[in-house]
């Protein structure tokens, strides 16, 4: 199955829109030439709008067309030489497409924007073909390289004629897509773009994934913890060997202890002393306790490294491998110490889950039950993942192309809260659901793992809504049911007064006041401040806290 877009970038003359409409042709698709799209919008040629008003404006209109197709499906698009040096194209084109780069010698280039111009008589309004034009576009390919080898798959056109070309792309195109290299998802938060791919075995890809997006790097630092590290690390390093990097390893004790500023320290001891320069990549192998060290040491070591999230467990896989969200715990709390920082690329490989121990499979239901109820308040909207949860045989575990699906609409909420809010200032705040009482929970005792915490984090907010009549009684029924069926607690342990106090110790608490997230009856949550401190405990004892 070809992607909803096809994309193509590269220098001019390098025959974009002419296999544009080919391609175009040949899939049934609609053909966009942005280019095209502006001269139509502005009334001008490009030479005249970078003449009049320079190349910031023209990048500016560039950028608002191709931010118009991010929603186009079923659509094949020839961008303009210069596109690919914003990071904003990269993420409105990227998601569910391939991006197919175009290349000549620089002679060829000139020779055919020129032939061009003159059968447009624009010869005079081309400012590339002006003074000595092959040393000036061999520059431009010198300067640009780096963005260019960042496509999914590069032809040179150089000796091929538009039937030959149309025939290695569509040969191209479909390779690409059988080695899972077009991603499901793109996030883009400060300039960054993160790749988020979602594909069984896709983590044979992660070296290709990482050479295209990197072509600089030729050592990986590759942290996991020493359960994960057993079953996987070896045949990921050995993958990275067979493409010239340099794996090193750095592994960990599995376990909420290494989520620590010593193991932080150590960490980053090891990386710098090993001789890391900031062309290294740091991969992080593991579940969430992993993914939140290595972003955390990403993000201070060498003052940044580019990051590869490969979550290994349910739990990471649906929620903290996306986002952004590091840290590592102090005596005040969990997460205390931390940064965002967004991983260039995030590789989510269902197979990972074959050796996740059940009860940690169970943890990350959590999670997942907890997208479905907060869809409908999400900028993607619907039920989706709720009819999903409901159609499945079983939810411990969910198997076959259903858990893929069940993945990707995870992936496709969480995705939709970030991108809206990815410094977590407001709706971010919904994917809180369940995690006010449930970082108090986890924290009592650490008797629960977080996915078990925060399902009895969620039954205590319920009860806490339906004691403000935000929902009607027992609306927190069906939520202990899809609890049971994904094998979650539904009754609490623990001291409800103990509890409490570690909720206001929080760092989400503001000025020791507490905010949750609770249900609505019309489907999905809302942030509310405010709730009376007598009903917290109320809600806890009603799960069986003392």
């Known amino acids: 199955m070809i992607p909803d877009r096809i994309v193509l970038i590269g220098p001019s003359g390098s025959g974009k829109s002419s296999l544009a409409q080919r391609l175009a042709e040949h899939y049934g698709y609609d053909v966009v030439d942005v280019d095209a799209a502006i001269m139509e919008r502005t009334g001008m040629a490009i030479g005249q709008i970078f003449a009049r008003f320079g190349e910031p404006a023209f990048r500016a209109l560039e950028a608002e067309e191709i931010a118009k197709l991010e929603a186009r499906e079923r659509v094949v698009i020839a961008t303009g030489g210069g596109a690919v040096l914003d990071q904003r194209n990269w993420v409105h084109w990227r998601p569910r497409s391939i991006v197919l780069g175009l290349t000549a010698t620089p002679e060829v ?132 060997a067979d493409a010239g990097i340099d794996a090193r390893a750095l592994v960990v004790p599995a376990g909420e202890s290494s989520k620590s500023m010593a193991q932080a320290a150590r960490v980053v001891d090891e990386i710098t002393l090993g001789g890391a320069s900031r062309r290294d990549v740091v991969v992080a192998l593991g579940g ?81 039950i907890k997208h479905s109820f907060i869809q409908p308040a999400t900028p993607r909207g619907g039920q989706q993942l709720a009819e999903l949860l409901d159609a499945a045989t079983s939810l411990d575990p969910i198997a076959g192309v259903a858990l893929e699906d069940v993945l990707a609409e995870n992936i496709a909420i969480k995705h939709s809260v970030v991108r809206a809010d990815p410094q977590e200032r407001g709706l971010r705040m919904i994917l809180n659901f369940g995690h006010t009482a449930g970082h108090a929970i986890e924290a009592d005792g650490y008797r629960y793992r977080h996915g078990e915490a925060v399902a009895l984090g969620m039954l205590v907010a319920a009860a806490i809504a339906e004691r403000m009549g935000a929902v009607p009684a027992g609306w927190g029924r069906r939520l ?67």
């Open 288 to 368: 969430g306790v992993v993914g939140d060290l290595a972003g955390f040491v990403a993000a201070i070591a060498l003052r940044g490294l580019p990051l590869v999230q490969v979550p290994t467990s349910l739990l990471a896989m649906v929620d903290s491998s996306v986002g952004g969200k590091t840290g590592v715990n102090n005596p005040a709390g969990k997460n205390m110490i931390g940064v965002f920082n967004q991983p260039g690329i995030v590789v989510v490989d269902p197979a990972f889950l074959m050796t996740l121990p059940r009860e940690e499979y169970r943890s990350g239901m959590a999670e997942v």
């Open 109 to 240: 280039l000139i020779e055919r924007v020129r032939v061009q111009a003159e059968r447009d008589g624009d010869v005079a309004e081309r400012p590339l073909l002006l003074g000595n034009a092959v040393a000036r576009m061999q520059n431009m390919l010198v300067e640009r390289g780096p963005f260019y080898a960042a496509a999914d798959a590069t032809i040179d056109t150089t000796d091929q004629d538009l039937a030959a070309v149309f025939s290695q792309a569509v040969a191209v195109i479909e390779r690409a897509l059988g080695e899972g290299r077009c991603p499901r998802l793109s996030l883009g938060v400060g300039g960054e773009r993160s790749d988020i791919y979602v594909r069984r075995d896709a983590r044979s890809s992660i070296p290709a994934l990482i050479a295209q997006r990197w072509p600089k790097a030729r050592r990986a630092w590759l942290l996991s913890d020493d359960h994960v590290a057993s079953t996987w690390l070896e045949a990921l390093r050995a993958d990275l």
């Open 480 to 546: 202990e049911r899809l609890l049971v069926r994904a094998g979650l607690p539904t009754r609490l342990e623990g001291d409800s007064a103990e509890i409490l106090a570690a909720m206001t110790r929080d760092k989400k608490a503001v000025e020791g006041k507490l905010t949750w997230i609770l249900p609505v009856e019309a489907g999905g949550v809302e942030i509310v401040s405010g709730v009376p401190l007598e009903f917290v405990p109320e809600a806890l004892r009603s799960v069986g806290a003392r």
